[in-house]
């Protein structure tokens, strides 16, 4: 209940309310479940998307590799949460001008993602589109220009041509 209560606070808007609430269900989450419980990396990523939201980037940080080490023991490498704490570390890289790490974490969730769904599905194409912005941000623009593409063709095949996806 306290975690469903940080849910809400969150989506009003009241962040110090959800932290609050979060934390408070961590606690008990940490007294009461087993230590790799898939709950308390839940609870580490929904304050990390907070702390990520106000700017607060490093400990946004490291909330999400504390919450990576619990999901990758517990579900296992290639599970596709391990792939979405994967992304939301590489933005948070990406934010800070990291974006050599940003690149690592966005390959190594790509590779989760391209073995789990295969080569067309929206969460490669959007990966792919990530790398890309990363890689123009390094300046390295033909490799980027694949990476979109790719991204693109798999978002027209999928989504048809006209979707808002496919726009962006």
């Known amino acids: 209940t306290l975690n469903k209560l940080g849910n809400l606070y969150y989506e009003m808007g ?7 609430m979060y934390r408070r269900g961590l606690e008990v989450e940490r007294a009461v479940l087993p230590r790799l419980h898939p709950n308390i990396a839940v609870t580490l990523t929904n304050i990390g998307q ?4 106000r700017g607060q980037l490093t400990e946004s940080l490291c ?6 080490s619990l999901q990758q023991e517990s ?3 290639s599970h596709p949460s391990v792939a979405v704490t994967l992304s939301s570390m590489a933005l948070i890289h990406y934010q800070n001008r990291c974006y050599g790490c940003s690149l690592d974490l966005y ?5 989760i993602r391209r073995d789990i769904f295969g080569d067309n599905h929206e969460d490669v194409a959007s990966t792919l589109n990530s790398i890309g912005l990363v890689l123009f941000k390094l300046g390295l623009h033909q490799i980027a220009m ?6 693109l063709k798999i978002r027209q095949e999928i989504l048809g041509p006209d979707h808002r996806e496919v726009a962006i």
Do not use: W
């Open 75 to 77: 579900l296992g490498e």
């Open 14 to 20: 009241e962040f110090d309310s959800a932290v609050d």
């Open 107 to 111: 390959q190594e969730a790509l590779h």
């Open 63 to 68: 909330l999400y590799k504390e919450a990576l």
């Open 50 to 53: 907070i702390y990520k939201h």
């Open 146 to 151: 694949q990476s979109f593409v790719e991204s």
